[in-house]
């Protein structure tokens, strides 16, 4: 049962822009944090921006200014807009959510983001 579904993903040249989005029920958006990770082959999956229910977001030190988390609640979405895209921002993006009553966690299935010219 998929929880999270990703989409926007694709194939940019350097310096271009990508938007990311992540769907999922209301009754999980409401009461999560919601994330983005990032993975390239052989590495572990690193954080790459989080917004809090509240609005909190935090980013990865390399993708501020460039990238931009926001959460809409009308649709139960996150989304990640990336811009000035570079060759190292390429990896499997995946987006995450951590319930703050339960504690569950749930991972949508990865979107690829490749930046290459």
């Known amino acids: 049962q998929v929880q999270l579904v990703e989409s926007g993903g694709g194939l940019v040249q350097p310096g271009g822009s990508l938007r990311l989005s992540c769907a999922t029920s209301?009754?999980?958006?409401?009461?999560?944090?919601m994330s983005w990770y990032r993975q390239t082959p052989g590495n572990e999956r690193v954080l790459v921006a989080r917004?809090?229910?509240?609005?909190?977001?935090e980013y990865l030190g390399s993708v501020k200014g460039r990238f931009t988390i926001s959460r809409d609640s009308a649709k139960s979405t996150v989304s990640l807009q990336m811009n000035s895209l570079k060759p190292e921002d390429t990896a499997t993006y995946y987006c995450?959510?951590?319930?703050?009553?339960?504690?569950?966690?749930?991972w949508g299935q990865g979107t690829q983001v490749t930046v290459s010219s």
């Open positions: 209301r009754s999980i958006f409401s009461n999560s944090d």
């Open positions: 995450k959510a951590v319930s703050r009553t339960s504690w569950d966690v749930y």
């Open positions: 917004i809090t229910g509240g609005g909190y977001t």
